[in-house]
């Protein structure tokens, strides 16, 4: 069955509220007159504000953001690319490996400048949406003088002999393309799950193939987080208290975390500890604010800072530099100036890649910036009030108006009323006065799963 055809940027803006269909209908007649961008007509036109429609872009599923400052391209690329049409498409190439070329794009929806892109290079084509200053400074750099490479290719302020002045924003993007896919475990789980008639028994004989993916699902549903009053003791019986899609979206994030773990220079047993913190936390705002039923809160919370692990693999020997900094907004800021892409943005590219929900997706890509979310609205929220809790003074986390203080527009997004969060602190004091005990349970788990693992007769 053949995929539907891309929907026009026109329609799509219409959808999305920002024009109206007089507004698209007035500069479609102007651009059959002159021709030219619906976009820069609309924009020209004063129907379209330029900051917002890059918001609008940023939002859209599969289209990533990077900054195309920090780095070189060799000349070789260039020629891919006429300046002609770099110029009048608003495109620069990026980065090639074999057939694929990557290319930034001031409006990566732009399918028909793809569609010439790709008859005239041969190549299939990545787009990746970049600020259009940007984007015209890196033409002006590049094409007027590609023979002083070595001297202006590279703004100032990276360290001599960096690997990124090597390396670049779209190597690390091709290299996200790179690293390993879920395990089969969790890819027949997935399918599974999306069956109407699927047994809890069919989940647990999935599971039960997969001896350290079992025992990390029987730990986390003895965790904290869950709060079961006896021990969880099969699989069968886990799958059977926590429900198909929860099951799913635990063994998803134990997966995630067994697949990226060979960055040397990073500690991932503290990475790990405060991203279940943070996980646990956001449950428990989930759950005491009428959203318990949603699995999406734990495992968002728990993945929120998995570009982190994929910078620190793709980039080892630039990452280790910000190794030790804690999550927020100057992390994401540092590695974009490191990089030139946060952590958010790779760990979008990965999952997206992976195909994960939506809402899982959308939470890890906006934890930072709660206020650009949609589908993943819920999620990103409980991880808002997640994270404001865990970066409060211990001495203000009694205090409810201090919480609230911190994050009003997503407790009322959730809407928290003042009981919800009167029982809530208690439970998330709680959870953070378990960070020691769940340091313990890491070293445990990792024994059990590397004993069952090499005992498969274990197997049930």
């Known amino acids: 069955m053949a995929s539907p055809a891309p929907k026009r940027i026109g329609t799509l803006l219409v959808e999305n509220g920002l024009i109206s269909e007089a507004h698209l209908e007035e500069a479609l007649r102007i651009q059959q007159e002159r021709e030219g961008k619906i976009v820069e007509i609309l924009i020209s036109l004063g129907y379209v504000d330029p900051n917002q429609f890059v918001d609008f872009l940023a939002k859209q599923p599969g289209i990533a953001g990077i900054d195309i400052n920090r780095y070189g391209v060799s000349e070789e690329l260039i020629k891919l690319v006429p300046r002609e049409f770099a110029l009048k498409h608003e495109v620069f190439p990026l980065d090639r490996i074999g057939s694929l070329l990557t290319v930034g794009m001031v409006c990566p929806l732009d399918t028909k400048t793809i569609q010439e892109l790709e008859q005239l290079t041969g190549l299939r084509v990545k787009p990746l949406l970049v600020a259009a200053e940007d984007l015209r400074r890196s033409i002006e750099r590049y094409y007027e003088q590609p023979e002083q490479e070595d001297e202006e290719a590279y703004p100032e302020g990276l360290p001599q002999g960096a690997e990124m002045r090597l390396a670049g924003t779209a190597c690390l993007v091709r290299q996200l393309d790179a690293l390993p896919a879920l395990p089969p475990t969790v890819q027949r789980i997935q399918e599974a799950v999306g069956d109407v008639e699927v047994l809890v028994s069919d989940i647990a004989r999935l599971i039960n193939t997969d001896p350290p993916l079992a025992a990390k699902v029987l730990a986390v549903a003895n965790s904290p987080a869950y709060g079961f009053p006896n021990k969880v003791a099969s699989v069968e019986l886990a799958v059977s208290l926590l429900g198909l899609r929860e099951t799913y979206h635990i063994a998803l994030s134990v997966a995630v975390a067994d697949v990226l773990t060979s960055a040397e220079g990073f500690n991932y047993k503290q990475f790990w500890t405060r991203s279940y913190i943070r996980a646990a936390l956001a449950k428990s705002v989930a759950r005491?604010?009428?959203?318990?039923?949603?699995?999406?809160?734990?495992?968002?919370?728990?993945?929120?800072?998995?570009?982190?692990?994929?910078?620190?693999?793709?980039?080892?020997?630039?990452?280790?530099?910000?190794?030790?900094?804690?999550?927020?907004?100057?992390?994401?800021?540092?590695?974009?100036?490191?990089?030139?892409?946060?952590?958010p943005e790779a760990g979008y590219l990965l999952t997206e890649a992976w195909g994960l929900p939506g809402a899982l997706t959308e939470a890890i890509r906006f934890h930072h910036m709660p206020e650009r979310a949609q589908t993943g609205l819920i999620a990103v929220s409980c991880i808002?009030?997640?994270?404001?809790?865990?970066?409060?003074?211990?001495?203000?986390?009694?205090?409810?108006?201090?919480?609230?203080?911190?994050?009003?527009?997503?407790?009322?997004?959730?809407?928290?009323?003042?009981?919800?969060?009167?029982?809530?602190?208690?439970?998330?004091?709680?959870?953070?006065?378990?960070?020691?005990?769940?340091?313990?349970?890491?070293?445990?788990?990792?024994?059990?799963?590397?004993?069952a693992a090499s005992s498969p007769e274990q197997q049930s």
């Open 288 to 343: 005491h604010t009428g959203h318990g039923n949603d699995p999406a809160p734990f495992t968002a919370g728990l993945l929120a800072d998995v570009g982190r692990l994929v910078l620190a693999q793709v980039a080892p020997g630039s990452y280790h530099q910000l190794a030790e900094m804690r999550d927020g907004q100057k992390l994401v800021e540092a590695e974009e100036q490191l990089l030139g892409i946060g952590h």
């Open 384 to 451: 808002a009030v997640a994270d404001a809790y865990i970066t409060m003074p211990p001495n203000e986390r009694a205090n409810g108006a201090a919480l609230t203080a911190k994050c009003a527009t997503n407790l009322k997004v959730l809407g928290a009323s003042d009981e919800q969060l009167d029982a809530l602190l208690p439970d998330m004091d709680s959870i953070i006065k378990g960070e020691f005990i769940l340091r313990r349970r890491w070293d445990l788990d990792v024994r059990k799963s590397s004993n």
